[in-house]
């Protein structure tokens, strides 16, 4: 087991659900992701973040960066950059793509900064 793993509990809660509704990501109505399988991680006293299959993204807009961070209780995570309109947001995704065995569900998906792209549910 790794040293610097934590896991969940009482004093840093972490919980995976799958979101009934539609989750759309956009930059300025050009869609980058959309799916009905989105799920939502909610973490101790952060804003819930939904994480999108890798699948219903549009791989052609993201670009894989060699930034990475390291969260004691998800990972390691991986980041993309997102190309539309001519520009890139430098790391606005990320990813945890072998995540610890307590949060497990969100290997495959990726999450987007909420300051850098606008997320809509319907």
């Not at 994480?51 to 060699?66: A, F, G, H, M, W």
């Amino acid at each position: 087991m790794n040293p610097r793993m934590k896991i969940p509990g009482p004093d840093h809660p972490i919980t995976i659900a799958p979101n009934p509704k539609r989750v759309r990501v956009s930059i300025g109505g050009d869609v980058i992701a959309e799916t009905t399988r989105a799920l939502t991680l909610k973490e101790a006293n952060y804003p819930a973040v939904q994480y999108i299959p890798r699948e219903d993204t549009v791989p052609s807009k993201l670009q894989r960066t060699q930034h990475t961070t390291y969260c004691p209780y998800k990972g390691d995570a991986s980041y993309f950059s997102i190309a539309s309109g001519g520009k890139v947001l430098d790391n606005a995704i990320w990813t945890y793509e072998t995540p610890y065995d307590a949060v497990k569900e969100i290997a495959g998906h990726l999450a987007f900064y909420p300051d850098k792209v606008t997320i809509e549910e319907t």
